[in-house]
């Protein structure tokens, strides 16, 4: 693994590389931090994710730590440098085993709207080394495409779980 530069929220509004996303969700808060601590349902709205593991114990808070392996064979320590249940959460890598990623961050901020939707806003941050300051530029249109992408299967999964314990609950179960 290559150590990262540990980074706090400052650096999700200084960083070059930058994409943001944001989406309306038919889910509470809560339902949405429920997805977030679901280390399965990360694999299911975000593909490149092949396996999130939580390394610490719940509750989780600031400076937990869980390691998510993506592909193409990258695996990244993350630490969390906000969590404000069920508000938002923020996490940054500490090391990364593909020797071009010199930080990354990512921040999710969660606010309840007036018409019983909850917005969901993504940012990720990061700043990259050697070759990756030649190919990441050539890669941002995708990962602008990407992030909103992910985000509405991000929606559709919450939506449909929470469609799913509405309905147990009609039904009395």
Do not use: H
């Not at 339902?31 to 989780?60: C, G, L, M, N, Y």
């Not at 695996?75 to 090391?95: H, L, N, Q």
């Not at 993504?122 to 495409?145: D, H, Q, Y």
């Amino acid at each position: 693994m290559f150590e990262c530069t540990a980074v706090d929220l400052t650096f999700l509004e200084t960083a070059r590389n930058c994409y943001k996303a944001s989406v309306d969700i038919n889910a509470t808060p809560e339902q949405i931090f429920e997805s977030f601590e679901d280390a399965e349902d990360w694999t299911r709205w975000a593909p490149p994710i092949q396996k999130v593991e939580w390394t610490s114990p719940k509750p989780f808070g600031l400076g937990t730590t869980r390691t998510v392996s993506m592909s193409g064979g990258m695996v990244g320590d993350e630490v969390f440098i906000a969590w404000d249940y069920p508000k938002r959460m923020s996490f940054c890598f500490t090391a990364c085993s593909k020797p071009m990623t010199e930080s990354f961050a990512e921040d999710y901020v969660v606010t309840p709207l007036d018409n019983g939707m909850t917005r969901v806003e993504w940012t990720m941050a990061m700043e990259v080394k050697g070759a990756g300051r030649i190919t990441l530029p050539l890669f941002s249109p995708f990962m602008k495409i990407g992030v909103k992408w992910m985000l509405k299967r991000f929606k559709k999964l919450v939506e449909a779980k929470a469609l799913a314990v509405t309905s147990q609950t009609a039904n009395g179960r």
